[in-house]
């Protein structure tokens, strides 16, 4: 991860030019359908890049982090007003802020414990949120919020792009998962990043060696939080639509699996994570109702016979062929 | 007088029904090598996670350049030049041993606003991290993961990142502890070159070794100090030959 | 409040306490001594209302129902143990959730697919189907006082077991010292294996005897799940004290809180979470 191969380096930027060229034609190339599905997918991607700052660069595993997801999303459903459009560029840093200070909120307490704790207490916190939204007159009980229009990104008496269209949606979406990618491979290169990359792998040494470990994981548990409530927002944008369901913990558990589909730790694996997730639920979806079944015994099975996850098939792949070492 | 760093007074730790530190008074001074020697479970490295705050006391009070630091956080303690060891080593093993060092010299230059700039950049970090791998004759290994190098190498590497801390006071835990006699002998050497500049607590168990280095003894036996002296005056003494010296070279 | 609602509403938070404790300290016993983190252990709860539900109709009888279902979920527990848990000792925590969370989809599918979605009443025995009256309008339910006092039964027995017997010094020495226990010869599988069945048995036991009171229905389990995480994260791991003690104040703060301020009731035992968790991050006790 540090210090890798140049080799290795160049085939990533290769293989990362490839998958960018891919997602700016698929518009072209693919349905409506499709076109929307992959949306879904990169919004998805954005909430796994979100939750791998926390569990793979700061080893903080949360099982709460659909609460931020769902507050950015709600804060688009509560502040669009019913009979004209909201605006974008008022919303969305509204929403992103709210679910940076719930994020700090609920991080003030529970970056205070630690393992076993820190996956209950998240869980917990998670579903004081999804009461909030599910059980008071505030967030408008189990059948959520629709919105009547989507929002304009008029900027004074000019309008960039049209988030009525789907395909607009798509390349806003896109360029938001880029900027976030970006982001984050910029900030986990930063003296903030490498930080918390020692507390992930030290927590006891970075602590003896003068890093204020609290306010690093504080500060971790807010940015993820805040790029989670992006996503939410995303979604919410998409469809129009929201209600507690974001917040459940079964959002939680799935962007977790992500992660573990596609390795965590790894940038690129939260986005291909996000990728293997929905089309595993596309097809287990077209065999049978009961698909959360087939799920849930991939799951069982994935951790049984493969604990690397599905990123260490490419691994022992790779060091069976071409018997080099792993580099992460 | 002016020139003690770091003081105790009364410090205890009790770990339920055993006091594993008891009313332990022990000074050190800039430009001393402060040695303690005692059997196993004589309480030496409770004494180092004391004063590094890694564990709270149960009573008695540390003081810092004059200012009561009893309750401080281990981190705020690091912060404030009072730096430390393990004895079982503790490092961040996937990443190269420079990096190791670097995210220790970072602790001292932290920017952490600075997010969009690379943390490997930064040059004054850079040259910190590199000089203390250089001290403790790792300059050829920086580039090593950490969990690669061999068992003396990771001793080394865990002195070199408390000095890329550049710390006022340094607490070693047994730093010669599974090195080999020509790394001990370096290690013995830098011990030399850093005592005049620091005030160190060297807790070891190689005798000749501390006898060679060491300005001020202290003995400990059950949690309390025996007796504290020169060397000399340390191997002369009828008391701690009884208790340790004469018994075992345990 | 009059004096009469309130003590109504004590019984109530009491009894809601007791029946927490019951899925909670079997959750609490396989953290502390398995280290393992199980999201599965609502779901015993589940299947113990349901296996209540089928099983009494099918035999007519609510006791013969919970003799066989706690039959059924001893060996459930068993075959979990053997099959799936024994896997995970050595993983981390993540590995365990995923395991944990894949195992609550399969067995919300499975009880889908078998009994359906619909929500279910299980009537209570005819010998405790009647009420204590307390003022000319208040009565209480003699059933509910039948499960607090079959909780506290329990919740005795399960005292004398860690304390007393054999088995629970197996079971305490197990937590503090897996090697010291294989050196005195003793099986820490066989110990595992007996702890897991027991917490299945308890969570099930507790969703049956639930089952006439709260009725029966899909998601109950999470629901309890995550109430016990917070008895859990209040009470300290692995200590069944503590769970006792935090059953109890949960039982009490919602129901209470229902009560009191009917806007925030789904709220009130998270804020207490959040205040203990200030107060003392490790729990209100540590250990067994």
């Given at each position: 991860m540090i210090h890798a191969p140049e080799r290795q380096d160049r085939r990533k930027a290769i293989a990362l030019a490839a998958a960018l060229l891919l997602l700016a034609l698929f518009p072209f190339a693919g349905a409506a359908f499709y076109t929307e599905l992959v949306t879904k997918v990169m919004i998805l991607a954005i909430f796994a890049l979100s939750l791998d700052v926390l569990?793979?660069?700061?080893g903080l595993v949360s099982f709460g982090h659909a609460a931020y997801y769902g507050v950015g999303a709600y804060a688009l459903g509560l502040l669009a007003p019913p009979y004209e459009a909201a605006n974008l560029w008022l919303t969305l840093p509204v929403a992103v802020g709210a679910a940076a200070l719930a994020a700090l909120f609920v991080g003030a307490f529970v970056v205070r414990v630690k393992g076993i704790y820190f996956i209950m207490v998240t869980l917990a916190f998670a579903q004081m949120f999804y009461f909030v939204f599910h059980d008071t007159r505030f967030g408008r009980g189990s059948d959520g919020i629709s919105m009547n229009f989507k929002p304009v990104a008029a900027i004074g008496g000019f309008t960039?792009?049209?988030?009525?269209?789907a395909v607009h949606v798509y390349y806003f979406v896109f360029a938001a998962l880029v900027l976030v990618f970006v982001f984050l491979r910029v900030l986990l290169r930063s003296p903030f990043g490498r930080a918390l990359q020692g507390i992930r792998s030290n927590e006891h040494r970075m602590r003896s060696l003068g890093y204020p470990v609290y306010w690093y994981k504080l500060a971790s548990f807010t940015v993820a939080g805040a790029l989670a409530g992006l996503a939410g927002y995303l979604s919410a944008l998409q469809f129009g639509f929201v209600n507690p369901e974001l917040l459940s913990w079964h959002q939680s558990g799935n962007v977790l699996l992500m992660l573990i589909l596609g390795g965590v730790g790894s940038l690129y694996g939260a986005v291909a994570g996000a990728f293997a997730f929905v089309a595993l639920q596309e097809l287990f979806s077209s065999l049978t109702t009961h698909w959360q079944l087939l799920l849930g015994g991939t799951i069982i099975l994935l951790v049984i016979f493969l604990p690397?996850?599905?990123?260490s098939i490419a691994g022992r792949f790779k060091r069976t062929l071409v018997g080099e070492p792993d580099d992460e | 007088m002016s020139d003690v760093v770091l003081a105790t007074l009364g410090l205890s730790r009790r770990f339920g029904g055993l006091?594993?530190?008891?009313?332990v008074a022990i000074e050190l001074h800039r430009g001393r090598l402060h040695a303690v020697l005692g059997p196993n479970g004589a309480g030496k490295t409770t004494l180092i996670n004391l004063l590094s705050g890694d564990l709270a006391a149960t009573a008695g009070n540390i003081r810092y350049r004059g200012e009561d630091?009893?309750?401080?956080?281990a981190d705020r303690r690091s912060r404030i030049g009072i730096g430390r060891s393990y004895q079982k080593t503790?490092?961040?093993?996937?990443?190269?041993a420079f990096e190791n060092c670097r995210l220790a010299a970072q602790s001292?230059?932290?920017?952490?606003?600075?997010?969009?700039?690379?943390?490997?950049?930064?040059r004054p970090v850079r040259e910190a991290a590199e000089r203390a791998l250089d001290a403790a004759g790792l300059a050829a290994r920086g580039g090593s993961v950490a969990s690669a190098l061999s068992h003396g190498e990771q001793r080394q590497l865990e002195i070199a990142m408390v000095l890329a801390t550049a710390p006022e006071v340094l607490l070693l835990?047994?730093?010669?502890?599974?090195?080999g006699a020509e790394e001990a002998q370096r290690m013995v050497g830098l011990l030399r070159t850093l005592a005049p500049k620091h005030a160190i607590l060297l807790v070891e168990h190689d005798m000749d070794a501390v006898f060679a280095v060491a300005d001020v003894i202290t003995v400990m036996v059950n949690g309390q100090v025996l007796e504290s002296g020169a060397p000399a005056q340390i191997r002369a003494s009828p008391a701690v030959r009884r208790a340790y010296l004469g018994e075992a070279d345990e | 409040m009059d004096v009469y609602s309130f003590f109504i509403q004590l019984l109530n938070g009491l009894q809601y306490g007791l029946l927490l404790f019951l899925v909670a300290s079997g959750l609490t016993l396989i953290f502390g001594i398995m280290g393992i983190i199980n999201l599965a252990h609502g779901s015993f709860y589940m299947i113990g209302a349901y296996m209540a539900f089928s099983l009494s109709t099918l035999t007519g009888s609510l006791f013969v129902a919970i003799i066989v279902g706690i039959v059924l979920s001893v060996v459930l527990g068993v075959a979990l143990e053997w099959a799936l848990?024994?896997?995970?000792?050595?993983?981390d925590h993540l590995e365990q959730v995923l395991l944990t969370y894949g195992l609550i989809l399969v067995f919300e599918e499975l009880r889908s697919l078998i009994v359906g979605n619909d929500v279910h009443g299980v009537a209570v025995p005819a010998i405790f189907n009647w009420s204590v009256p307390l003022t000319e309008t208040l009565s209480y339910p003699v059933y509910r006082l039948f499960m607090s006092a079959v909780c506290v039964v329990l919740a005795v027995l399960l005292y004398l077991l860690m304390a007393k017997t054999r088995i629970g010094m197996m079971i305490r020495a197990g937590s503090s010292n897996r090697e010291m226990v294989q050196s005195l010869g003793l099986n820490i599988n066989l110990v595992y294996r007996l702890v897991f069945a027991l917490g299945v048995a308890l969570a099930a036991f507790a969703g049956m005897l639930a089952a006439p009171v709260s009725s029966v229905y899909p998601g109950m389990g999470t629901g309890v799940l995550i109430i016990c995480f917070v008895v859990v994260v209040i009470g300290g791991i692995g200590s069944i004290w503590g769970a006792l003690v935090a059953s109890l104040l949960i039982g009490l703060a919602d129901t209470f809180g229902k009560v009191l301020i009917p806007q925030a009731a789904g709220v009130t035992v998270y804020v207490l979470m959040a205040a203990i968790l200030l107060w003392r991050p490790e729990g209100l006790f540590r250990r067994i």
């Open positions: 569990v793979g660069y700061t960039p792009f049209d988030l009525a269209n690397g996850g599905l990123a | 006091m594993a530190v008891s009313g630091i009893t309750r401080c956080s503790n490092i961040f093993p996937a990443f190269t001292r230059a932290p920017r952490p606003f600075a997010v969009f700039t690379d943390a490997a950049r930064h835990d047994e730093p010669l502890a599974g090195m | 848990f024994s896997h995970l000792y050595k993983r």
